[in-house]
């Protein structure tokens, strides 16, 4: 039996600014501790009829967020409205509740509108409808930021915290997708699917040429909600009787993970801060000016074991 990692997370459950949050990392200065990011590029948004425009999406998870809407001139008659919106994909949008601005008119255009974001999700964006007539306007993000000099460490710190939880739980926190590959078909009538939580999976097989052939969804069901989830033959259907090449025969593809960042667990995030900490804290394989050897916080295992597939 083997496993493979074929796509990898192309997330992490913590963002580096909760992870600076955490350290109680800052900077030194206010130029370095904001950013802007802009969401509608500052310009004259001209209208036929009413026109749509969907702001860039703006990564926001773990920073502090205040969204400007700069607003020029509004032609005659002109309006805008602008709403923002969240997402944890950056794919599907959500109206975030009170998100939406006063709507600019010639009455109170030439000012600027600010609206603090509280949302928890991975990523936040701006839809603007103009009508009548052109209007000047733009609209940024400022996120409270922190020195840099460190996010590369971070980040690997990040990217091994998650693999260790991981490894520890013997679970998937974010979507990826692996391969179990198998010498042959089981005797019993399932097949367990390691690291949990299961979202799908498919079957193929090679026979004696080498031939890859899909075993037919039809034969069996996927049960994604036992831990660990199974791949169960329906009643009255049996694995292929074709003869196999004499390794790595079987393979079942499968998806798994919670999903997105903030369908993690909080005592995983929570762990995956402590053993955060202590790397940064403990940067050196041993002890090198006498100190007591530190090892892994007994508080981070303690989090993991409670969810622990075996």
């Given at each position: ?46 209208v ?16 502090s ?46 000012a600027i ?9 991975h ?8 009508a009548v ?27 091994g ?6 490894s ?15 010498d ?8 367990k699917?390691p ?7 498919t079957?193929?097989y090679?026979?004696i ?6 075993f037919?969804?039809?034969n ?38 919670y ?12 762990a ?39």
């Amino acid at each position: 039996m083997a496993l493979k990692l074929k796509t990898a997370p192309t997330t992490e459950p913590l963002s580096l600014a909760e992870v600076k949050a955490h350290l109680r990392i800052d900077s030194v200065s206010l130029a370095v501790d904001i950013t802007t990011e802009q969401s509608i590029v500052l310009g004259s948004h001209d209208v036929a009829a009413d026109y749509s425009l969907e702001g860039a999406k703006v990564d926001v998870l773990g920073y502090s967020v205040l969204v400007n809407l700069d607003a020029g001139t509004c032609g005659a008659g002109g309006k805008v409205d602008v709403k923002l919106q969240d997402s944890d994909n950056g794919t599907t949008w959500t109206d975030v509740t009170d998100g939406a601005f006063t709507q600019v008119t010639e009455a109170n255009d030439n000012a600027i509108q600010e609206k603090e974001y509280t949302g928890t999700r991975h990523y936040l964006r701006v839809v603007a409808t103009v009508a009548v007539a052109a209007c000047e306007f733009a609209v940024s993000m400022i996120k409270g930021a922190s020195t840099s000099v460190e996010d590369d460490l971070l980040n690997s710190f990040i990217t091994g915290a998650r693999q260790y939880c991981e490894s520890f739980q013997n679970r998937s926190y974010i979507t990826q997708t692996w391969e179990l590959w198998l010498d042959a078909f089981p005797i019993q009538n399932y097949i367990k699917i390691p690291l949990p939580p299961l979202q799908s999976a498919t079957v193929k097989y090679y026979d004696i040429s080498d031939t890859e052939a899909p075993f037919n969804p039809s034969n069996y069901f996927v049960d994604t909600k036992s831990e660990p989830g199974w791949v169960v033959l329906n009643t009255g259907c049996l694995w292929p009787s074709t003869t196999l090449r004499p390794a790595n025969a079987v393979c079942v593809e499968f998806i798994a993970g919670y999903g997105v960042a903030t369908a993690v667990p909080k005592k995983v995030k929570q762990a995956m801060l402590l053993l955060i900490s202590h790397w940064y804290e403990n940067r050196e394989a041993v002890a090198t000016s006498g100190a007591i050897p530190k090892e892994i916080p007994f508080s981070v295992e303690a989090l993991l074991w409670q969810d622990r597939c075996f």
